[in-house]
């Protein structure tokens, strides 16, 4: 049996919102009653303020150790990233797990550093080792003993069974019913052996994780109506947003930032209150169905359960349903080759726009790629790519949860050959591409981050967060110089004026 567990530390990052409180000015009883602890606990913090505020860990960490080798804390912090990433996608991580991963970032990062010997200094990953990161940490929903499931196929067939149970005593019909999933998507990438990619990797300054973005994508069962999609990006407004004078309220989709680039719960609730939800209940009145909807999605940690909660009372008519852990690859619509499909056509429409620069301008490609091809050019290719998508694609992928939703056909064989028009465009441009390299490519977008993109990762979100700072440091200076040119104002006003109330001139 599976042992869960959870730990609940005040962690180094609370500390610090602890002290900056206090800093602010808010008493130590309401702190302790904000973060449900003791006084005695918020005093102690406080009292190790200079120790805190000169600590560095990552987040989640809750207790420094002294003398610790600086490779051991950097294995800690992407390790974090690393177990956020597999939470985010709903995977399931055990201990073994985690230790193997640890150990190969040890070795990745050992062998970086400059002068290394030819024998590294070995890391062994130890139980004690793994107890005392989860103590300093507060990770919690791993797998305590054996490797993390695989697909659960008795689980796939009773949730069915229960799925097919529910539409039928509810009354839904294909219309009625939803499935989203999230995706990420490396919107600059080719495949490995094309020259670009080569050419792209030796440029100075590249960032590969600054090209990655997650979509969610959501439609019904009878696969002829598709939700808004949810885009998460690292940057609120890019640069590229002002030179095209980008409207973000009309783009084809919801445009939300943060500096990972991740869904939260925050942003997922609000593309269901702000798309999802008014996108089903005029699509049911337009065409004259009962009001109810059924929305199915995987436990990624940004779906909450108890979602029907944050809802807004408008959509009280949908209701919620979870796929068990391990069952999404068997079940879940979206990944039963609709989202594998929206990135073939996404590579596809790449590589038109590559062909019609190179057959139709001056641009070469390499151009292109650096100067002209941004994150706008990057929308306008997931919309085509989206909207290629066909209902009959859409309506296939619920085979094998709700197979009499799923329309007849006098054939389910591909309908339409992407792969190989990707390879013959590539081929027009002189890129020496194969079927192979493509389908690598698409199911590339989902691999493990590496090691050095978990350090890109991390380094980003430094940046973001030094960068809001610095920008709250610069609010609250212009703050204080405006008061102080008020209270200089008064005093002058009042030396000339010493017979007119302050309270007057305040008013004025």
């Not at 994508?217 to 990006?233: R, W």
């Not at 269901?272 to 209940?281: I, M, T």
């Amino acid at each position: 049996m599976l042992l869960f567990f959870e730990i609940f530390f005040v962690t180094l990052e609370m500390k610090k919102e602890i002290i900056q409180k206090h800093d602010g000015g808010m008493r130590v009883t309401d702190i302790a009653r904000e973060y449900g602890r003791n006084p005695s606990t918020i005093g102690t913090i406080l009292k190790m303020r200079e120790k805190i505020l000169a600590t560095d860990a990552a987040k989640g960490v809750t207790r420094i150790v002294k003398n610790r080798p600086a490779v051991l804390e950097e294995v800690e912090k992407l390790l974090l990233i690393w177990i956020e990433e597999k939470q985010r996608a709903g995977d399931t991580v055990s201990e073994a797990v985690i230790c193997e991963k640890a150990k190969a970032l040890h070795a990745d990062l050992i062998r970086e550093q400059p002068g290394t010997s030819a024998e590294p200094e070995v890391f062994k990953a130890s139980r004690g080792w793994f107890d005392r990161f989860k103590t300093r940490s507060g990770i919690h929903s791993v797998v305590r003993h054996g490797e993390a499931a695989s697909s659960d196929v008795p689980a796939a067939e009773d949730f069915a069974a229960e799925f097919l149970e529910l539409v039928k005593t509810e009354g839904y019909v294909p219309q009625q019913v939803f499935n989203c999933d999230e995706t990420g998507l490396f919107w600059k990438r080719m495949p490995k052996r094309t020259f670009i990619t080569q050419e792209e990797s030796r440029l100075p300054g590249h960032k590969p994780m600054k090209d990655r973005l997650t979509l969610i994508f959501c439609a019904n069962a009878s696969g002829n109506l598709k939700i808004k999609p949810l885009l998460v990006y690292h940057s609120e407004n890019p640069r590229a947003f002002k030179r095209h004078k980008i409207d973000k309220e009309r783009l084809s989709v919801m445009w939300r930032s943060n500096s990972k680039a991740w869904v939260t719960r925050v942003l997922f609730v609000d593309w269901v209150n702000l798309a999802f939800g008014p996108a089903v209940k005029q699509y049911l009145l337009d065409n004259d169905l009962p009001l109810k909807a059924l929305l199915l999605m995987d436990n990624a940690p940004a779906h909450p359960k108890g979602l029907e909660v944050d809802l807004l009372e408008e959509f009280s008519f949908i209701n919620i349903m979870f796929l068990p852990p391990n069952t999404t690859p068997l079940l879940q619509p979206m990944d039963q080759q609709v989202i594998a499909n929206f990135k073939k056509l996404y590579t596809k429409e790449l590589f038109r726009r590559c062909f019609e620069v190179t057959d139709c301008t001056t641009i070469t490609l390499q151009e292109f790629w650096k100067d002209h091809f941004d994150i706008v050019t990057c929308l306008k290719m997931v919309n085509t790519a989206w909207k290629g998508i066909s209902q009959r694609n859409l309506n296939c992928a619920w085979r094998s949860l709700w197979p009499d939703c799923v329309a007849p056909s006098d054939s389910d064989a591909p309908e339409s050959t992407v792969v190989q028009d990707i390879v013959a465009l590539g081929r027009t441009m002189g890129l020496e591409v194969t079927e192979e390299d493509v389908c690598e490519l698409v199911e590339g977008h989902d691999d493990e981050l590496t090691t050095m993109e978990l350090v890109e990762l991390q380094a980003e979100a430094a940046q973001e967060q030094a960068s809001l700072e610095e920008e709250e440091a610069t609010e609250e200076r212009l703050s204080s110089e405006r008061l102080r040119d008020i209270c200089l104002k008064i005093w002058l006003h009042w030396k000339e004026n010493p017979y007119i109330s302050t309270k007057f001139m305040v008013q004025r």
